[in-house]
T-cell receptor, first 114, second 116 residues
Framework: DAGITQSPRHKVTETGTPVTLRCHQT?????MYWYRQDPGHGLRLIHYSYGVKDTDKGEVSDGYSVSRSKTEDFLLTLESATSSQTSVYFCAISPDLTGAHEQYFGPGTRLTVT | AQSVTQLDSQVPVFEEAPVELRCNYSSSVSVYLFWYVQYPNQGLQLLLKYLSGSTLVESINGFEAEFNKSQTSFHLRKPSVHISDTAEYFC??????????????FGKGTKLSVKP
């Protein structure tokens, strides 16, 4: 398994509070991604990073921000959590050595916003 | 890739029966193709991939998929399924020359349920 960890694995928070999810990799891969998974929607890309301090928006970026100050860490922040952000969040990494961008996923964080 | 369609949201089959999970994509350029598997309460695992070369690719646990360019399909098959194959399967596509992001586009998943 690719060396990817996510923390916390589970979190319950209240509407309006800030939340930060962490993704940590030990593979030294260049690309990192944050997805959310919801029933009936599959996986949707929130933000991605193509290098330290290089990030961009994905399909569902509203209400989320990211930061990548080190190759190994990619943080996802919900500035003011809402119930619609209740979801399972997955981090993924990719070395992109072939240009195909095959991705390897972390175990996920289950976030509940009450 | 513009979109990825997994034609069946749920596929129930009996143990030892064959199964096919269908995936179609739309894109105006060449693509790379992937199948991922997600077991309950786990992350996604890469099952197999088509990058180039032979259009038939295989996984270590007996699954295979065939890239059909004319039909823009990448269906996943297994001749005899096991209870342990029960999981959700996701088809994904990235485009050749997809720029710095090279993002994968995922289908909405197919839940395979293998019954004894």
């Amino acid at each position: 398994d690719a060396g990817i960890t996510q923390s916390p694995r589970h979190k319950v928070t209240e509407t309006g509070t800030p939340v930060t999810l962490r993704c940590h990799q030990t593979e030294n891969h260049r690309y990192m991604y944050w997805y959310r998974q919801d029933p009936g929607h599959g996986l949707r890309l929130i933000h991605y990073s193509y290098g330290v301090k290089d990030t961009d928006k994905g399909e569902v970026s509203d209400g989320y921000s990211v930061s990548r100050s080190k190759t190994e860490d990619f943080l996802l922040t919900l500035e003011s959590a809402t119930s619609s952000q209740t979801s399972v969040y997955f981090c993924a990494i990719s070395p992109d050595l072939t240009g195909a961008h095959e991705q390897y996923f972390g175990p996920g964080t289950r976030l509940t916003v009450t | 890739a513009q979109s990825v369609t997994q034609l069946d949201s749920q596929v129930p089959v009996f143990e030892e029966a064959p199964v096919e999970l269908r995936c179609n994509y739309s894109s105006s350029v060449s693509v790379y193709l992937f199948w991922y598997v997600q077991y309950p309460n786990q992350g996604l695992q890469l099952l197999l991939k088509y990058l180039s070369g032979s259009t038939l690719v295989e996984s270590i646990n007996g699954f295979e998929a065939e890239f059909n360019k004319s039909q823009t399909s990448f269906h996943l098959r297994k001749p005899s399924v096991h209870i342990s194959d029960t999981a959700e399967y996701f088809c994904a596509v990235s485009e050749l020359g997809g720029g710095s992001q090279g993002n994968l586009i995922f289908g909405k998943g197919t839940k395979l349920s293998v019954k004894p």
